[in-house]
DNA sequence: TATTGTTATACTCTATAACTATA
DNA sequence: TATAGTTATAGAGTATAACAATA
C-alpha cells in the first residue's frame, strides 16, 4: 500500500488544504485558524476563563496565552479579571470581534464548500458524522493530560 | 455552529490523534510520521531524487533535505550521486531500514484500527473513498508552485 | 537560463518545566 | 497543596529567498 492512501497521510492533506484556505482569507482580520475557532468559541461562552476554552478545544494552556495575548493585542477580545477568583480571567469578545467573527464565518462555509466541492450531499453528511463519531470516541477514551 | 463541529477543526483532531499515537510508536525506530513515509515511498520507488519524493508526497524540498539528512544519518536510506545527472542522487533503503519499515507498517495498521475502532467496516470504507476523492479533486486543481 | 540540492531564516503549533499569584 | 496564568525553552513542519553545482 502507498503511504498516500493511508488514513493518517490524507487527513493530514485535506486537513492542510482546508486550513490553508482559510488562513490565506485570515490574513485580512490577522489571525490563524486557531485564533478564530478560540474567538468564536469566547463568542459562544462568555467569559469563559483561558482553561476553560484550552479544554473545550483541546489546545494546550500555553499556547493559549499566545492566542489571547494576540487576540487581545487586536482589540477582539477582552481580559477582565474574574473577581470570585482572581487567578483567571473572564474572556468577552469586543464589538469589532463581533463584526471579524461575522466574516470569518461567511468564508468558513465558503472555504468548506468550495475544498469538499466534489462531494455530494450525502458524502458530505456521512464525512462530518464519521469525522465526529470518531472524535467523540477519542475524547471519551482521553485520560492523560495532555491538555 | 460550534467550531467543534466544523470540517476543519475534526479532520485537525482525528489527524492530530493518530498521528501522535503512530509518533509514539515510532520513537523506537528514531523517526517521524512525516519521515517514515519517505521511507515507505523511497521502498517502492528506488533511486528516487529528493524532488521527486517531494513532489509525490507534497512535502516541500527544504523539509525533505532535513528528513533525508536524518534518514541517512541513522542509516535508513543512502543517497547515491546520480551519474546520468550530477545534480541529483538515488535515494535507496538500507535493509535496517526495511526492517524498519516492516516494524512501521504493522504498527500503522494497529494505530488505524485503534484509532478508528468506533467504525464499522462500511464506515471505513465510506471515510477512505470519500478522503481520497476530495484529496484527488484538490490535487487536480492544484495549479500553483507551493512544492 | 533552468534545475537539484542546500543553507539561512522566520513563523506557527506543540509540549515540558518552572515560576507567580492566588485559592 | 492545588490551580490559573505566565515565561522560557525546545522540537517539528512549513515557507521564502538566495546560493553552488550542474544541466
Redesign the interface.
Known sequence: M??????????????E???AL?TEYLRKLHIT?PQ??VL??IE?YPNASQIQVSE???IDRTTMVAHVDHLEKIDLIKRVRNPNDRRSFGLTVTEYGVSALKKGRKQ?NK??NS?????DQD?KG???S?????????QEGEHDGKN
Chains 1, 2 share one sequence.
Open positions: 502507498q503511504i498516500q492512501d493511508s488514513y493518517g497521510f490524507l487527513l493530514a492533506k485535506v486537513e488544504e482546508m486550513e482559510f485558524a478564530f475557532g468564536q468559541h459562544q473545550a478545544l483541546f468558513l472555504t468548506e475544498v469538499l466541492s466534489v462531494l458524502e456521512h464525512l462530518k464519521i469525522l465526529k463519531k470518531v472524535w467523540n470516541s477519542i
